[in-house]
């Protein structure tokens, strides 16, 4: 979802990421990006997408991360102080003795780790040393990692202990605040374990890309489907936005709407030649499983007017479910199927996922700031309520930039549910202005750079179309989580049903494991239909997900 945050440029510019900001691409360190082993990499080369280093907090690409912690007494200052990290190189640590300990520590753990990991991943010995990981780390939480003792070295008679990271409750409540260097990590302290360290240790979290859209180096579109179109319809003939190919929100609009090579179409066209194909404004209620073997699927047409609103079903070989999990509770029924289908275990995984909770809250930024500004920091990292504060910019030719003005998860995010939009923005500003001028070495207030008024707050708990923002799993849950992935081999050529997005990944907030999840579908879905695999592949050959014994 990317909603625009210029105020007076003609053209769309300017968009406020509300889904996700920065891109993993999966490249290896001096890689570019589109040369990364990822689907991401794979469709931004094939849709010529434009992207640049993104400006995470202590990153190289970021021009100074100021870090505020216990109202600015970490540092040992007799007056509140903003801690300046430069990284220009990418080695440097961040400012003073207490944040570099707790650097310390975590990188101590992080590289003892990645070392044996980049050893043994894709030999024959891989399975076995991430079953002993799982083994070791999924009955913990994140919290009690980030305290349990180091170990000195690895032993090969304890293939999945790494230890812990050894911290004191007070280098606990700081690595809260600062994580890893991609903002605070204090929402994934109650999670299993597992999750944080995937994300660290398999590069969910590095080299992270903004992704401009499918635009030239002006910040235009280029010439693509439908661009200049006064509208687009789907195959009954309801309009719905066209595509206008910015930020990241022009994946999803290449997918639509752009030509493959294999069939010379798009899916857009391809979908306008049957009535059913492509309907928006169409939200499904229920799911019936019909003694035919098909699959009856009900949904409510025009949904948004209500005089023209009409229930209506279509029948389905295979329907591919991509719903947040709770969704599949609240919103539709499932009717008909058994536990031969869909047994009671792999409802209790979805139902019971956890989700979390996150606020972003954007506003459009005047270029004097990134231009002209010399004391602010560009991206702020804190324990107030607000948390992380980014400043960023797509193309020097935008009429504004942006400032994400507050980006927090779970606890964090819940706090700011009492207030309005308009008052939590205007609280956030008050807030950042308050630490910007209790810090004796900034005295500079924010506030003059921001549009205020053009702010824009994203709620993903009461989005009534995700009720969450990435669906994680509590120690002890693992397993759970991978029965979800392991559905589609097991029950989905019975019921008809195919799980596919990050409900049903061990890797949810990000876009790699839905395009996983799709491909997994779709390989299933072959393979039920009889099709033929190219390059001789066969079903023996994929990867099976393995539950604990």
């Given at each position: 979802?990317?909603?625009?945050?210029?105020?007076?440029?003609?053209?769309?510019?300017?968009?406020?990421?509300?889904?996700?900001?920065?891109?993993?691409?999966?490249?290896?360190?001096?890689?570019?990006?589109?040369?990364?082993?990822?689907?991401?990499a794979?469709?931004?080369?094939?849709?010529?997408?434009?992207?640049?280093?993104?400006?995470?907090?202590?990153?190289?690409?970021?021009?100074?991360?100021?870090?505020?912690?216990?109202?600015?007494?970490?540092?040992?200052?007799?007056?509140?102080?903003?801690?300046?990290?430069?990284?220009?190189?990418?080695?440097?640590?961040?400012?003073?003795?207490?944040?570099?300990?707790?650097y310390?520590?975590?990188?101590?753990?992080a590289?003892?780790?990645?070392?044996?990991?980049?050893?043994?991943?894709?030999?024959?010995?891989?399975?076995?040393?991430?079953?002993?990981?799982?083994?070791?780390?999924?009955?913990?939480?994140?919290?009690?990692?980030?305290?349990?003792?180091?170990?000195?070295?690895?032993?090969?008679?304890?293939?999945?202990?790494?230890?812990?990271?050894?911290?004191?409750?007070?280098e606990?409540?700081?690595?809260?605040?600062?994580?890893?260097?991609?903002?605070?990590?204090g929402?994934?302290?109650?999670?299993?374990?597992?999750?944080?360290?995937?994300?660290?240790?398999?590069?969910?979290?590095?080299?992270?890309?903004?992704?401009?859209?499918?635009?030239?180096?002006?910040?235009?579109?280029?010439?693509?489907?439908?661009?200049?179109?006064?509208?687009?319809?789907?195959?009954?003939g309801?309009?719905?936005?066209?595509?206008?190919?910015?930020?990241?929100?022009?994946?999803?609009?290449?997918?639509?709407?752009?030509?493959?090579?294999?069939?010379?179409?798009?899916?857009?066209?391809?979908?306008l030649?049957?009535?059913?194909?492509?309907?928006?404004?169409?939200?499904?209620?229920?799911?019936?499983?019909?003694?035919?073997?098909?699959?009856?699927?009900?949904?409510?047409?025009n949904?948004?007017?209500?005089?023209?609103?009409?229930e209506?079903?279509?029948?389905?070989?295979?329907?591919?479910?991509t719903?947040?999990?709770?969704?599949?509770?609240?919103?539709?029924?499932?009717?008909?199927?058994?536990?031969?289908?869909?047994?009671?275990?792999?409802?209790?995984?979805?139902?019971?996922?956890h989700?979390?909770?996150?606020?972003?809250?954007?506003?459009?930024?005047?270029?004097?700031?990134?231009?002209?500004?010399?004391?602010?920091?560009?991206?702020?990292?804190?324990?107030?309520?607000?948390?992380?504060?980014?400043?960023?910019?797509?193309?020097?030719?935008?009429?504004?930039?942006?400032?994400?003005?507050?980006?927090?998860?779970?606890?964090?995010?819940?706090?700011?549910?009492?207030?309005?939009?308009?008052?939590?923005?205007?609280?956030?500003?008050?807030?950042?202005?308050?630490?910007?001028?209790?810090?004796?070495?900034?005295?500079?207030?924010?506030?003059?750079?921001?549009?205020?008024?053009?702010?824009?707050?994203?709620?993903?708990?009461?989005?009534?179309n995700?009720?969450?923002c990435?669906?994680?799993?509590?120690?002890?849950?693992?397993?759970?989580?991978?029965?979800?992935?392991?559905?589609?081999?097991?029950?989905?050529?019975?019921?008809?049903?195919?799980?596919?997005?990050?409900?049903?990944?061990?890797?949810?907030?990000?876009?790699?494991?839905?395009?996983?999840?799709?491909?997994?579908?779709?390989?299933?879905?072959?393979?039920?239909?009889?099709?033929?695999?190219?390059?001789?592949?066969?079903?023996?050959?994929?990867?099976?997900?393995?539950?604990?014994?």
């Amino acid at each position: 979802m990317t909603v625009s945050g210029s105020l007076s440029s003609p053209k769309s510019h300017t968009p406020f990421e509300m889904g996700a900001m920065r891109m993993p691409f999966f490249n290896r360190a001096g890689e570019p990006p589109k040369d990364g082993r990822s689907l991401m990499a794979y469709y931004a080369s094939e849709f010529g997408l434009s992207i640049s280093d993104f400006a995470n907090p202590g990153s190289p690409w970021v021009a100074s991360t100021g870090i505020y912690l216990r109202e600015g007494s970490v540092g040992g200052r007799s007056l509140p102080h903003m801690l300046i990290w430069k990284n220009e190189d990418g080695l440097t640590p961040p400012p003073g003795e207490e944040l570099q300990r707790v650097y310390a520590k975590w990188r101590a753990f992080a590289d003892r780790m990645s070392l044996h990991i980049s050893e043994e991943y894709a030999t024959q010995k891989w399975e076995q040393m991430w079953a002993a990981i799982v083994q070791k780390y999924e009955s913990t939480s994140f919290r009690d990692l980030v305290t349990m003792p180091a170990i000195n070295a690895w032993e090969e008679n304890s293939p999945g202990n790494f230890g812990g990271m050894g911290m004191t409750a007070d280098e606990s409540a700081i690595f809260y605040a600062i994580g890893i260097g991609d903002g605070s990590w204090g929402a994934f302290y109650d999670v299993c374990s597992l999750y944080p360290l995937r994300t660290a240790i398999f590069g969910f979290s590095s080299q992270l890309q903004l992704i401009h859209g499918r635009v030239d180096s002006t910040g235009d579109p280029v010439e693509s489907p439908h661009l200049s179109s006064a509208a687009v319809y789907d195959s009954r003939g309801l309009a719905f936005d066209k595509p206008r190919y910015i930020g990241l929100a022009a994946l999803d609009e290449c997918m639509l709407f752009m030509e493959t090579d294999t069939t010379g179409t798009s899916y857009y066209e391809h979908a306008l030649e049957r009535r059913d194909a492509f309907l928006t404004d169409s939200p499904v209620t229920k799911l019936q499983k019909l003694d035919d073997g098909k699959v009856r699927v009900f949904y409510n047409w025009n949904d948004s007017d209500p005089d023209q609103a009409e229930e209506q079903f279509a029948d389905y070989d295979s329907v591919v479910m991509t719903l947040p999990s709770w969704l599949i509770e609240t919103r539709i029924t499932l009717e008909n199927f058994t536990q031969e289908m869909l047994p009671f275990e792999t409802i209790n995984a979805y139902k019971t996922a956890h989700w979390e909770t996150s606020c972003k809250v954007f506003a459009p930024l005047k270029k004097s700031f990134l231009n002209k500004n010399k004391k602010i920091p560009q991206t702020i990292v804190t324990d107030s309520f607000i948390h992380d504060v980014y400043t960023y910019r797509y193309n020097k030719n935008y009429s504004y930039d942006c400032i994400l003005l507050s980006y927090t998860w779970e606890d964090d995010a819940t706090k700011l549910a009492l207030f309005t939009d308009k008052e939590l923005v205007k609280k956030c500003v008050k807030e950042l202005d308050r630490i910007l001028m209790n810090s004796e070495n900034i005295r500079e207030r924010i506030s003059p750079y921001i549009g205020m008024d053009q702010a824009v707050v994203q709620r993903w708990m009461t989005d009534k179309n995700a009720l969450g923002c990435a669906k994680l799993y509590r120690p002890g849950t693992y397993y759970d989580a991978v029965s979800l992935m392991k559905y589609n081999r097991d029950y989905a050529h019975i019921s008809g049903l195919y799980f596919s997005g990050e409900s049903f990944s061990v890797d949810a907030g990000w876009t790699e494991p839905c395009f996983r999840g799709a491909v997994d579908a779709v390989i299933h879905i072959c393979n039920k239909t009889g099709a033929t695999f190219n390059g001789g592949f066969t079903m023996a050959e994929y990867p099976e997900y393995k539950l604990k014994t």
